[in-house]
């Protein structure tokens, strides 16, 4: 079974601090996407990055793919109210001819004004 | 427009009711799922259509009925549930169903509640 490690699960901090956020696997993953969901709502693809190594940013956040394809990271610099929600990560996954999306538990952020 | 739509927005039904929740988009996707999403929880697949067709069920119980009747529309039929499936339905949909990059985007959910 293919796992994909999210961490900090829950994390509360002052606006302005930085912070990042993990997701690791012991499987190598086609592409990683990241998602941020707001209570009620449906996940909103934030960025997907497919080549190990590859680095993207997205304003304050900047997203981190190892250079195996089997880990990724989130950072956010000097963060916002407006970034508080959860935060999902979601591996696409080739095993045999099945295509599928393994999700980490996600981070729900807080940050506090 | 990366706008997928989902209606409605909550349901509340008995266990002997029967119910649709429908889901579109118009982005000319071929793949469309549906996922269940419990509090503090990742979504669940459900279903996988590509093509109009069904690709995967991932062993959900027969009370739930999936249907594409085109490739923009997705539902859901719901008969006979329990408390339990009470959880956030999302709909969401991708270029493919078999491609690298694999974005799915995300409909804002049908809030369903079973009494």
């Known amino acids: 079974t293919q796992l994909l490690e999210q961490s900090p699960q829950f994390l509360s901090i002052q606006e302005g601090e930085n912070l990042t956020v993990y997701c690791n696997s012991s499987?190598?993953?086609?592409?990683l996407q990241w998602y941020r969901q707001e209570p009620g709502e449906g996940p909103v693809l934030l960025v997907t990055?497919?080549?190990g190594g590859e680095v993207k940013k997205l304003k304050r956040l900047t997203f981190q793919f190892g250079d195996a394809r089997k880990d990724s990271s989130l950072h956010i610099t000097a963060a916002q109210p407006g970034d508080t929600g959860l935060y999902l990560c979601?591996?696409?996954?080739?095993?045999?001819?099945?295509?599928?999306?393994?999700w980490g538990a996600g981070t729900k952020l807080i940050i506090k004004p | 427009d990366t706008e997928v739509t989902q209606t409605p927005k909550h349901l509340v039904m008995g266990m002997t009711n029967k119910k649709s929740l429908k889901c579109e988009q118009h982005?000319?996707?071929?793949?469309m799922y549906w996922y269940k999403q419990k509090a503090k929880k990742p979504p669940e697949l459900m279903f996988v259509?590509?093509?109009?067709?069904?690709?995967i069920n991932e062993s959900v119980p027969s009370r739930f009925s999936p249907e594409c009747p085109n490739s923009s529309l997705l539902n859901l039929h719901l008969h006979a549930l329990q408390p339990e499936d009470s959880a956030l339905y999302l709909c969401?949909?991708?270029?493919?169903?078999?491609?690298?990059?694999?974005?799915?985007?995300f409909g804002p959910g049908t809030r369903l509640t079973v009494t």
């Open positions: 979601a591996g696409a996954s080739e095993e045999g001819s099945n295509y599928q999306l393994i």
């Open positions: 969401a949909s991708s270029q493919g169903y078999l491609t690298v990059t694999y974005e799915q985007y």
């Open positions: 990055v497919v080549t």
């Open positions: 259509y590509s093509y109009e067709k069904l690709s």
């Open positions: 499987s190598v993953f086609s592409s």
């Open positions: 982005m000319g996707h071929r793949a």
